[in-house]
């Protein structure tokens, strides 16, 4: 009888291990991942920039890996960052499912709990705070797993990467001020390195077409 007892506790403890939300990357011991920082890419032939855009985001439970688990992606309503962020309608991979005008994408981890995730979108330029990253914010099964600052290169977000962009860049450097959006080496200061960052993907001609807005 005690056998059987044990055997039922077991079963019980085994059955409350694998429930419960999953844990918020950065703590201890789980295996949960979110990258620094998201690039809104534009699209050559409806394709996203993957080369540039590509993060992980990785769910665990109990430091294992949560198979099939939900990922939200939305612009940041955390009023320490900076407003402006515009998704696009282009992902890879496609979205789950997609809601407006709150522009959420959905995307659903596969077995490993790991989505790898590349989202199109822009940046209102004439939102912007100087020293403040706009952001997203990344929630899985109903937690968040952060808010993330965002880069893009297509600064106009028209016409894909072009000389509009490279002038907008030009201006944001000529103040003198750190526009976070631009600030693409992640030093914190406009600078010749973040100029040569820019003008390797406008070469590699994967931005040819700006983000179409999810929700116009
Ligand atoms: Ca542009």
């Known amino acids: 009888m005690r056998n059987w007892t044990s055997l039922l506790w077991l079963v019980a403890l085994s059955s409350s291990a694998s429930a419960g939300p999953p844990e918020i990357p950065g703590t201890p011991g789980t295996c949960s991942r979110v990258p620094d920082r998201v690039v809104l890419v534009g699209s050559t032939d409806s394709r996203p920039d993957t080369h540039v855009g590509a993060f992980d985001v990785v769910v665990c439970r109990h430091a294992q890996p949560v198979a099939g688990a939900s990922i939200i992606v939305s612009p ?14 282009e992902t890879d991979p496609p979205t789950t499912f997609e809601e407006c005008p709150s522009q959420l994408l959905h995307f659903t981890a596969d ?21 403040v990253a706009p952001a997203v914010s990344i929630y899985s099964n109903g937690i968040l797993f952060g808010d993330l600052p965002v880069i893009c290169y297509d600064l106009d977000g028209v016409g894909g990467l072009g000389a509009g962009d490279l002038s907008k860049w030009i201006t944001l450097f000529s103040s003198g001020e750190p526009w976070l959006v631009a600030d693409y080496n992640g030093d914190g200061v406009l600078g010749a390195q973040d100029l040569s960052l820019w003008l390797d993907v406008f070469h590699s001609g994967a931005e040819t077409e700006s983000a179409r807005p999810l929700c116009p």
């Open 111 to 131: 077995q490993s709990g790991t989505c790898r995730i590349t989202i199109t979108g822009s940046v209102d330029l004439a939102q912007q705070v100087a020293s």
């Open 76 to 89: 940041s309503q955390n009023i320490l960052f900076a407003p402006g962020v515009s998704l696009g309608r």
